[in-house]
Structure formats: structure tokens, C-alpha cells
């Protein structure tokens, strides 16, 4: 049968890249292999959108590594009315809202929030090796307590910064999943959180995993906008992430800082 195939003279490049090229041809359409391997790709991109998140799991892996917990749940009931109605996934439930509320600590300087999001297979894998790389560099920082949200958005994490007074809330999100990144984990960082801050006010690292952008060069990243967040008070459109000029060279803390915005 392999007589059939007409094999692409680019079939060298793909070690070089997961994305689908130089698949060969039989006939009008893709040879057996390549067509199952798409169909798999697609039925993990499904399964990582409706898979739950086991967040007691979470928590006992997150208390494991010395992280103090809290749990919560969007005003969205169900993953059906999260995936119909994203406003539900913004804000938090009345029992969630009310459970934080009564949370007593001293406002920390940065909350951690894992959200579901898109991708709880993201969530679940990439959230504490990446936390555990970036806690290393920030040795000078008041962390609070870890927060796990179910059925959440992005947007959730400022309603949740807002009531624990966070100066920053980090947002660790599963993204929507691709053909070849079922479990992709977005980072969303935004100053002074409240509930109504837009998009333009947060800052975003994409594609958190290894075989995208690994744990230590994500925290390297995270470390350098959570730094120039606070010493400018913005995220978003004012702050640029020039931290790949500073791999293999000197820490944040010692780099220029850019004057803010005149407006």
C-alpha cells in the first residue's frame, strides 16, 4: 500500500515543528495515519473543554508544596451555562463572594488565582510547576493564599484581587485548547484589581507548557512584569515586556525601569 503514497519532499522539516505539514497525499486526501492522528488531536481539544477540574485533588497537591488555599466557584452553576454564558464565569457566586469576604489576612501584595478556564487539563498539569519557579524569585513579596476557581473566566480574578485587596492578581487560566495544545495555560496579570477592569489594563503570557513556553522561561517573564508593576502602579498597555532582553543577564530588580505613561 505504501506504493500509493506520494510523500511531501518537506518531511525533513517536521522535526523541527508540531504543526501539521509535509503530511504526504494518497490519492485526493491524507494517508490513514496522519487523518487518525487530527481526529485524536480533535476529540482532546473537546475533552479538555467539557473535562471537570478535580480542584480537591488541587488543593491537596497545592498544600503538598507548602501553598495555603482557597476555593471558589463563578456565579456559573454548571459547565453548560459557563460555556453559554461567559458573564456568569466573571463574577463570583454569592457563596463564593460571601466565603472571601469573611477571609481575614493582611492584604498581600500578589494573589495567585487557577482557573479552569477552557482547559482544566491546563490547569491541573502546568499551575504548580509554574508557581513553584516563579515563588523562587519572589523572596521579597507578601504571596496570599492560593485560589482555586471553578467554571471561572479571566475577568473573575478581578472581583476576587478586589475583595482580598491584593495589589496583583495572577491569573492562571487553561486556554482554549488547539489541535496540537490541549492543555495550554494562560497567565493574566492585573494592578490594582476591581471588578470592570478591561483587557487593555492586564498584561498576558500564552502557551505555558513544555512544549511551548516552558515553566522557567514563563516565570522569568511573570517575574519581570510582576517587578515593573509594581514599581510603575500599572499593568497592560503601559507596561512592555522586554524581559527577553534580560535572560542570561542580570535579575529584574537591576534593570532600567521605564518612566510610566505621561496620561
Request: hydrophobic fraction near 40%.
Amino acid at each position: 500500500m505504501s506504493d500509493f503514497l506520494e510523500k511531501n519532499p518537506w518531511n525533513a522539516l517536521r522535526q523541527f515543528t508540531n504543526a501539521r505539514i509535509a503530511l504526504g497525499r494518497a490519492g485526493n486526501s491524507l494517508p490513514t495515519a496522519p487523518l487518525l492522528a487530527f481526529n485524536l488531536s480533535h476529540a482532546q481539544a473537546r475533552d479538555a473543554v467539557h473535562h471537570p477540574l478535580d480542584a480537591d485533588m488541587l488543593h491537596e497537591q497545592l498544600r503538598t508544596h507548602a501553598f495555603t488555599t482557597l476555593d471558589v466557584h463563578s456565579a456559573a452553576p454548571d459547565r453548560e451555562h459557563y460555556l453559554r454564558r461567559p458573564d456568569l464565569g466573571r463574577r463570583l457566586s454569592e457563596e463564593s463572594r460571601e466565603a472571601l469576604m469573611q477571609v481575614t489576612l493582611e492584604p498581600p501584595e500578589v494573589v495567585f488565582v487557577i482557573a479552569d478556564g477552557l482547559s482544566a487539563f491546563a490547569a491541573s498539569k502546568q499551575s504548580i510547576p509554574l508557581l513553584n519557579a516563579v515563588r523562587l524569585r519572589l523572596t521579597d513579596w507578601t504571596i496570599g493564599p492560593v485560589v482555586v476557581a471553578r467554571q471561572a473566566r479571566v475577568a473573575l480574578g478581578d472581583e476576587i484581587g478586589e475583595i482580598l485587596k491584593t495589589k496583583l492578581v495572577v491569573m492562571l487560566i487553561g486556554e482554549r485548547p488547539g489541535l496540537s495544545s490541549p492543555d495550554s495555560l494562560g497567565i493574566y496579570l492585573t494592578y490594582a484589581p476591581k471588578v470592570g477592569c478591561s483587557d487593555a489594563q492586564r498584561n498576558c503570557i500564552s502557551n505555558v507548557r513544555p512544549e511551548g513556553l516552558n515553566y522557567d522561561a514563563a516565570a522569568h517573564k511573570l517575574h519581570y512584569l510582576l517587578t515593573h508593576a509594581r514599581q510603575l502602579g500599572l499593568t497592560g498597555v503601559g507596561l512592555k515586556d522586554d524581559s527577553d532582553a534580560l535572560l542570561g543577564h542580570a535579575e529584574p530588580e537591576a534593570a532600567e525601569i521605564p518612566a510610566p505613561p505621561s496620561d
